[in-house]
Structures are given as C-alpha cells and as structure tokens.
C-alpha cells in the first residue's frame, strides 16, 4: 500500500465544538537554542498544549480542526467502544487551529490500560517518549527551520504545506545533515535526541501530574 501524503491525508473538519468532561490542558512554553550547532534550527522557542482526557473524544475539544489535520473523526470516537487495552485513539500530537498551534494528548483510560500490563513508570515512559520525544520533536524542528530559515510566519498553514526540497507537505528529514544530494535532510541525529529530550524533560512533571489521576501508583511522586 502507497503512503499517503499529508494533502491526501487530511480531511474536512466536520466537528462542532464539544464538551470535553475530564479534559485538562496546560499550556507549555519551551526554549532551546541550536544557533551554535544547526544554523537551519537555530532559536527553537515555541509553545504547545498538553492534554490528557479519559477517552478519545477529548482531543476533539482542543482546537476547531483537530480533524482536518489528524484524519480522524469525532463521530467515530463517539462510537468507538474503548476499553483500557483499546481505545480509538490512545495517544496524539498534531495540528490546530490553522497551522498556528500544536497539542500532545493522551487518552487517559488507555495509558492506565498499558501501565496494567507494564507498570506505571514504563506506560508514562512509553508515552512520554512516543509523542513529546519523536512527534513533537520533529514539529518544533519543523516550525524552528521554518521561521529561522526560510522565514515562513509559523502562525499560519504555510508551515505545514511549505515545500522544504522534496514537494509540499514533505518536511525537514532527520538523519545525516549537510549531504547536497538530501538537501531536505536539515536535522542531525545528535540535534534531534537533544531536542527530544528536552522536550521530554519539559513535559514531564505536568505529564506526571495529569496521569495521576488514571494511576494512583503515581500520588506519591513529589
């Protein structure tokens, strides 16, 4: 089966605003400079919203086109018969409001559902990882490299859909930088562990602090 591109992929937003009963958010700002190491990252300084919610339709109240940009549906969340080993969306970290924001959530019931199979610090560590190290860390690249490269107002869809070398919608690749022959290639292994994990480290505590609501194990963690 052929990949589908982003243009392909995302969907016209059906969603009316909901409510959201159990949905918590917290606003994360974050800074970190690669100026003296990637010049095409540079300032990374953004902000995002941390979320946590007891089953799938939460991630719908964040923003008014959660569905354009992640493909999924409310109604199919609404109609999806979640347990805590399966849920139709257990962790997410994508697009709003026009490009302009970002979110991380996570499906509360579901990361209770794995920490029963694993243990409490390896769900967290899992999840943590997953999402804020890996997605999140490939969009704040992104976003990064956008506005200090090629001077693209990241408070629009531009960002998104910008051609970066290999076709709209294709972003920044990690691997060995600096290769002429994979010009889209702008995000070194070392940078992007780096930001990863400060990404991590960012979100932790919050993180932490949401999940104890779905792992007791976890109240006793100062």
């Known amino acids: 089966m052929r990949a589908k591109t982003f243009n392909e992929f995302i969907r016209v937003n059906e969603a009316d605003a909901i409510e959201a009963p159990g949905l918590v958010t917290k606003i994360i700002n974050f800074e970190y400079d690669f100026s003296d190491v990637n010049k095409d990252i540079g300032l990374v300084k953004d902000s995002f919203t ?3 919610s007891p089953d799938s339709t939460g991630v719908f109240a964040l923003g008014d086109d959660v569905e354009k940009f992640s493909g999924l549906k409310l109604k199919e969340a ?9 849920a139709y969306i257990y962790g997410l970290c994508n697009i709003m409001n026009g490009g302009k924001d970002w979110y991380f959530w996570t499906n509360g019931n579901r990361l209770a559902g794995a920490a029963a199979k694993v243990g409490a610090w390896p ?21 990064a490299i956008a506005k200090n490269k090629y001077g ?71």
């Not at 769900?123 to 976003?143: D, F, L, N, W, Y």
């Not at 531009?158 to 709209?168: N, P, T």
């Open 50 to 52: 941390l979320a946590m």
């Open 152 to 222: 693209i107002d990241i408070n629009s869809e531009e960002w998104v859909k910008y051609d970066y070398g290999s076709g709209e919608y294709m972003w920044p690749a990690v691997g060995d930088a600096g290769d002429e022959k994979n010009p889209i290639v702008m995000i070194n292994e070392e940078d992007f562990a780096t930001l990863g994990g400060k990404i991590c480290e960012a979100v932790a505590n919050d993180f932490i602090e949401m999940a104890k609501t779905y792992l007791p194990e976890l109240k006793t963690i100062g």
């Open 123 to 143: 769900a967290v560590i899992e999840q943590i990882s997953h999402e804020a190290g890996v997605h999140a860390a490939r969009k704040m690249a992104t976003r």
């Open 78 to 86: 609404e109609e999806y018969d979640e347990t805590p080993d399966d």
